[in-house]
């Protein structure tokens, strides 16, 4: 049986990556965590009946620590990593980078010397098979022009605090295989949304917020661009980049999703004028607001050579994912209450210096 070590398999991403691998292998999987501020178990425990709890195993580590990071590689004993765990979210960044510095940087670099210590001791044929996948975001790149897109040659050229931490794990992964033989495949995505994400990134702020009422914020001009993937969809190519990846390489993770902040707003109001009519028009609400510092004007990615590689491309448009995730919300404003207050974030504004 396969053992798959998943950091921050308790967040958005990650944790779609755990249900999958629960759901559709009989993988043993080590969910590693710090159960922070966007960390939840809900989902995945829905999952855990009968035989599948048995092959999720919860690691309650936060990777700053190199000493219990090493424990719990020790006791997962992969046959393969994918790093997810990291803090995400660049509002958050701005108001306090020292967190993103030592959660996205110290902590890839504890992990890669733990994962290291473990591949260099494994069997010949064990270590063979074993791989690491990092993964991370197209934001490492900047900010592009008008007809561009990101591809795996883009230089990087990360504006903010939470891209420049992701920039320096990036690195810090190609240093290890390059260095030190770690076999690693690394991956960039853009902007995902779908179930489960924490109330705080703009599809479900502004879903919930319609919902109440609220004024719905818009950066600036509504006008940055940002290419969209649906979570699963993303699921499906990192399964793919970690299995059949080719070893040093990256490939970038996009869903043909390109649209401005303004195109996505009223996309959700759209959607909830057919879901919640009682609220109609709820583009009404939409409130120009004061932009980000070092707001990016435009991402977009170029995913042709993971299409071409190894075949993936998105299931979903981002008219069916859209639909799909402002109903979930809709059905889960129980789970959205929840979560706010056990963090006691109600869905203020962060970032504004």
């Given at each position: 049986?396969?053992?798959?070590?998943?950091?921050?398999?308790?967040?958005?991403?990650?944790?779609?990556?755990?249900?999958?691998?629960?759901?559709?292998?009989?993988?043993?999987?080590?969910?590693?965590?710090?159960?922070?501020?966007?960390?939840?178990?809900?989902g995945i425990q829905q999952q855990l009946?009968?035989?599948?709890?048995?092959?999720?195993?919860?690691?309650?580590?936060?990777?700053?620590?190199?000493?219990?990071?090493?424990?719990?590689?020790?006791?997962?004993?992969?046959?393969?990593?994918?790093?997810?765990?990291?803090?995400?979210?660049?509002?958050?960044?701005?108001?306090?980078?020292?967190?993103?510095?030592?959660?996205?940087?110290?902590?890839?670099?504890?992990?890669?010397?733990?994962?290291?210590?473990?591949w260099e001791a494994l069997p010949a044929?064990?270590?063979?098979?074993?791989?690491?996948?990092?993964?991370?975001?197209?934001?490492?790149?900047?900010?592009?022009?008008?007809?561009?897109?990101?591809?795996?040659?883009?230089?990087?050229?990360?504006?903010?605090?939470?891209?420049?931490?992701?920039?320096?794990?990036?690195?810090?992964?190609?240093?290890?295989?390059?260095?030190?033989g770690l076999p690693v495949v690394l991956?960039?995505?853009?902007?995902?949304?779908?179930?489960?994400?924490?109330?705080?990134?703009?599809?479900?702020?502004?879903?919930?917020?319609?919902?109440?009422?609220?004024?719905?914020?818009?950066?600036?001009?509504?006008?940055?661009?940002?290419?969209?993937?649906?979570?699963?969809?993303?699921?499906?190519?990192?399964?793919?980049?970690?299995?059949?990846?080719?070893?040093?390489?990256?490939?970038?993770?996009?869903?043909?999703?390109?649209?401005?902040?303004?195109?996505?707003?009223?996309?959700?109001?759209?959607?909830?004028?057919?879901?919640?009519?009682?609220?109609?028009?709820?583009?009404?609400?939409?409130?120009?607001?004061?932009?980000?510092?070092?707001?990016?004007?435009?991402?977009?990615?170029?995913?042709?050579?993971?299409?071409?590689?190894?075949?993936?491309?998105?299931?979903?448009?981002?008219?069916?994912?859209?639909?799909?995730?402002?109903?979930?919300?809709?059905?889960?404003?129980?789970?959205?209450?929840?979560?706010?207050?056990?963090?006691?974030?109600?869905?203020?504004?962060?970032?504004?210096?």
């Open positions: 049986m396969m053992r798959v070590l998943v950091t921050g398999g308790a967040g958005f991403i990650g944790g779609g990556v755990v249900r999958r691998l629960l759901a559709e292998s009989g993988t043993i999987v080590f969910n590693l965590d710090k159960l922070g501020y966007a960390s939840d178990l809900t009946v009968g035989s599948v709890a048995e092959r999720h195993v919860l690691q309650q580590v936060n990777l700053v620590d190199a000493e219990n990071t090493s424990a719990a590689v020790r006791q997962a004993d992969p046959d393969l990593v994918m790093h997810l765990a990291a803090e995400s979210h660049v509002d958050r960044s701005i108001d306090g980078p020292g967190e993103f510095l030592a959660s996205n940087v110290s902590g890839t670099f504890n992990l890669l010397q733990a994962v290291r210590r473990h044929e064990r270590q063979e098979q074993f791989r690491f996948h990092h993964i991370s975001t197209d934001e490492v790149f900047g900010s592009l022009g008008e007809n561009e897109r990101f591809s795996e040659t883009t230089p990087y050229d990360p504006r903010s605090p939470y891209s420049a931490s992701k920039a320096a794990s990036d690195h810090l992964v190609s240093a290890w295989h390059h260095t030190y991956t960039n995505c853009s902007n995902n949304y779908g179930p489960w994400q924490f109330p705080e990134k703009l599809i479900p702020v502004v879903i919930l917020k319609a919902l109440a009422g609220e004024s719905i914020p818009l950066y600036g001009d509504g006008a940055n661009v940002r290419d969209w993937l649906y979570v699963e969809d993303h699921v499906d190519a990192l399964l793919l980049a970690a299995r059949q990846g080719r070893l040093g390489e990256s490939y970038c993770v996009g869903g043909y999703g390109e649209r401005s902040n303004r195109e996505v707003v009223e996309a959700i109001c759209t959607e909830l004028d057919q879901i919640c009519p009682k609220g109609s028009p709820h583009a009404r609400l939409i409130t120009p607001v004061d932009d980000r510092p070092g707001h990016d004007r435009r991402y977009a990615i170029d995913p042709d050579k993971i299409k071409r590689e190894l075949g993936w491309q998105p299931c979903y448009s981002f008219e069916v994912g859209l639909a799909e995730t402002v109903a979930w919300y809709f059905d889960h404003q129980d789970w959205c209450l929840k979560v706010r207050q056990k963090t006691g974030y109600g869905g203020e504004r962060m970032g504004t210096k």
